[in-house]
């Protein structure tokens, strides 16, 4: 039979414990034990008083701000609590070699046999309306670790996931997945975002926003890039392996299509700049080789500049090794002199004039 007395902050140990014959109860001498210590989060020690975890169940904890109702918490953990309002908090002081180890870990197995699914935690808070003040912030989960090591770390990230597929097929696995926003009654959103990267600094060598090692991406509409123009891809690599869509509201059958320049022209525009102040620069078409045709995808004869159809210029056309055609035909006889046609050399200098005859026989 048991036998305690229990004052405030009394301790269970193997002493005070007795049998129905009035006996020590010898195999709880080494078995840890609660200390009833609510001021200490209701320690568990060891038979030597060793502390080995603690459970922190107060009614309420003071923060940025003061929780008064609904608030009590469990600490699990060595350390000394911190303020923090958080229901359940994880204060270890892990010491030792090799550790591999997890605040949390879920180890379920999952058995339905009806159409069923599994979610590891699930975050379904509600904000209540305080009297017209708007709240600051409200996240899913969050992340914000310390680095305070001298040696420092291989590898840190914020989120990973790794799939494991045994048996079956998964027919879609996305590591990460926006499902989007439900909005009723008086609900409203300003900006619907579903990624968004702040401005990354503290890098030694480059930033990135998204780095993709060794994979294609896939956009289904249009990428805007630095500001105010619709500036991306659509529909990118089709079928043929080739590009299939354009730039801004385009989607063209084929090739890299720029239709439009935002300014209510007929006409699409490249433009090539300098710099970001806007100073304007020369534009390079395959500056290191390879052929630009305008006008056919197909090639003439191989220049460097193939168009098909007419060129015409505002100023002149300048050769620096002269001007060649293909319709050139034999003739002896010229005629009447009716026209004539200035020439000039690359610099801009007049060389003379070519004149122009009614008739050649």
Same mark, same amino acid.
């Given at each position: 039979?048991?036998?305690?007395?229990?004052?405030?902050?009394?301790?269970?140990?193997?002493?005070?414990?007795?049998?129905?014959?009035?006996?020590?109860?010898?195999?709880?001498?080494?078995?840890?034990?609660?200390?009833?210590?609510?001021?200490?989060?209701?320690?568990?020690?060891?038979?030597?008083?060793?502390?080995?975890?603690?459970?922190?169940?107060?009614?309420?904890?003071?923060?940025?701000?003061?929780?008064?109702?609904?608030?009590?918490?469990? +600490?699990?953990?060595?350390?000394?609590?911190?303020?923090?309002?958080?229901?359940?908090?994880?204060?270890?002081?892990?010491?030792?070699?090799?550790?591999?180890?997890?605040?949390?870990?879920?180890?379920?197995? +999952?058995?339905?046999?009806?159409?069923?699914?599994?979610?590891?935690?699930?975050?379904?808070?509600?904000?209540?309306?305080?009297?017209?003040?708007?709240?600051?912030?409200?996240?899913?989960?969050?992340?914000?670790?310390?680095?305070?090591?001298?040696?420092?770390?291989?590898?840190?990230?914020?989120?990973?996931?790794?799939?494991?597929?045994?048996?079956?097929?998964?027919?879609?696995?996305?590591?990460?997945?926006?499902?989007?926003? @439900?909005?009723?009654?008086?609900?409203?959103? @300003?900006?619907?975002?579903?990624?968004?990267?702040?401005?990354?600094?503290?890098?030694?060598?480059?930033?990135?926003?998204?780095?993709?090692?060794?994979?294609?991406?896939?956009?289904?509409?249009?990428?805007?890039?630095?500001?105010?123009?619709?500036?991306?891809?659509?529909?990118?690599?089709?079928?043929?392996?080739? +590009?299939?869509?354009?730039?801004?509201?385009?989607?063209?059958?084929?090739?890299?299509?720029?239709?439009?320049?935002?300014?209510?022209?007929?006409?699409?525009?490249?433009?090539?700049?300098?710099?970001?102040?806007?100073?304007?620069?020369?534009?390079?078409?395959?500056?290191?080789?390879?052929?630009?045709?305008?006008?056919?995808?197909?090639?003439?004869?191989?220049?460097?500049?193939?168009?098909?159809?007419?060129?015409?210029?505002?100023?002149?056309?300048?050769?620096?090794?002269?001007?060649?055609?293909?319709?050139?035909?034999?003739?002896?006889?010229?005629?009447?002199?009716?026209?004539?046609?200035?020439?000039?050399?690359?610099?801009?200098?007049?060389?003379?004039?070519?004149?122009?005859?009614?008739?050649?026989?």
């Amino acid at each position: 039979m048991v036998d305690v007395t229990n004052p405030p902050g009394a301790v269970f140990t193997a002493t005070n414990i007795t049998n129905a014959n009035g006996g020590d109860v010898q195999e709880f001498i080494d078995a840890p034990y609660i200390d009833i210590d609510a001021a200490n989060g209701f320690p568990i020690r060891q038979a030597d008083g060793t502390v080995v975890q603690k459970f922190d169940t107060r009614d309420a904890y003071a923060s940025v701000g003061t929780a008064t109702l609904g608030a009590p918490r469990i +600490f699990y953990g060595t350390n000394a609590p911190s303020g923090d309002d958080s229901a359940i908090c994880v204060g270890r002081g892990l010491v030792g070699a090799l550790l591999f180890s997890h605040a949390f870990r879920d180890e379920s197995t +999952f058995l339905s046999t009806g159409d069923s699914a599994y979610t590891a935690f699930d975050a379904r808070h509600t904000y209540l309306s305080n009297g017209g003040l708007k709240y600051n912030h409200g996240y899913g989960g969050q992340a914000s670790h310390e680095m305070a090591a001298a040696n420092g770390m291989d590898l840190f990230a914020g989120f990973v996931t790794n799939m494991r597929v045994s048996a079956g097929t998964v027919d879609r696995l996305f590591h990460f997945h926006v499902q989007g926003v @439900t909005i009723s009654g008086t609900g409203a959103v @300003t900006q619907h975002v579903g990624f968004y990267c702040g401005p990354l600094s503290g890098g030694a060598g480059v930033n990135f926003g998204i780095y993709v090692e060794n994979n294609p991406c896939f956009f289904g509409d249009y990428v805007q890039l630095n500001g105010d123009d619709v500036i991306g891809f659509r529909q990118v690599k089709g079928g043929s392996g080739n +590009f299939n869509g354009g730039l801004t509201e385009f989607v063209a059958s084929g090739g890299i299509v720029i239709s439009g320049n935002g300014g209510g022209s007929d006409y699409a525009v490249i433009r090539s700049y300098l710099n970001a102040g806007g100073a304007t620069k020369g534009l390079a078409l395959n500056p290191t080789g390879g052929q630009v045709i305008i006008g056919s995808p197909t090639p003439i004869n191989g220049g460097a500049l193939e168009v098909v159809g007419d060129i015409k210029a505002s100023t002149k056309i300048a050769a620096v090794q002269g001007l060649g055609v293909g319709n050139s035909a034999n003739a002896t006889t010229p005629g009447t002199v009716t026209k004539k046609i200035e020439i000039f050399d690359v610099a801009g200098a007049s060389l003379g004039f070519i004149a122009v005859y009614d008739a050649i026989t």
